[in-house]
């Protein structure tokens, strides 16, 4: 017995570390995978999407980037174009319980978990476009619970737009918005408090 109490001690501290609790690591950044030892993505589909505040973004004008679905735990965020692994532009000021993570050279390039509270609907990620006219899209791994995880969770290709215009709420699909009018009522009301 005596034994026993110090290796389950050992096995409790492995299996806490191995799940990266305080975010995910640098080595993440381009397949987004956890690194949570022993464990493999979710196959099923996401219960989660990405929803964006517009359908164009602008250089250095934010863009509004939620999560939506069922409470989650950990979270590893990018915004990328056309095939590339790099993450592109910058997110501000990260939400409580979340933190940067640099990835391709830059202290902003990403954003991810900075302990295991629950995050959800209300946690709002806010991301500045870079310089470019490609197309973008944001991609990200939602954890759940260590265990429990998906990646390739992405949202809707935003195109560059024009100065001025307004584009509202888009989902993984068109028919987001059709489909579930409470949650765009929900997001409208936040982005109008956020605005406000």
């Excluded at 949570?36 to 863009?63: C, D, E, I, M, W």
Aim: aromatic fraction near 8%; glycine fraction near 10%; include cysteine.
């Amino acid at each position: 017995m005596e034994l026993f109490l110090p290796s389950l001690f050992v096995l409790h501290v492995v299996c806490f570390v191995s799940g990266y609790p305080s975010g995910a690591p640098t080595g993440a950044c381009e397949d987004m995978l956890p690194r949570h030892t022993g464990v493999q993505p979710q196959p099923s589909p996401a219960p989660y999407a990405l929803l964006t505040n517009t359908r164009t973004f602008q250089p250095g004008k934010p863009v509004t980037v939620t999560v939506t679905g069922p409470g989650y735990r950990g979270v590893l965020l990018e915004a990328r174009s056309g095939g590339s692994t790099n993450a592109l532009g910058s997110w501000q000021l990260p939400p409580p319980d979340t933190r940067f993570l640099e990835c391709t050279g830059n202290p902003q390039g990403a954003v991810t978990h900075s302990n295991t509270n629950l995050k959800g609907n209300t946690t709002v990620y806010r991301w500045i476009p870079p310089n470019s006219t490609s197309p973008v899209y944001f991609m990200a791994t939602v954890a759940q619970q260590r265990a429990v995880f998906w990646v390739n969770v992405r949202s809707a290709i935003l195109t560059r737009g024009k100065a001025g215009g307004l584009d509202l709420a888009t989902g993984a699909s068109a028919g987001v918005a059709e489909e579930k009018p409470l949650l765009l009522l929900v997001i409208c009301l936040l982005m109008l408090q956020v605005l406000g």
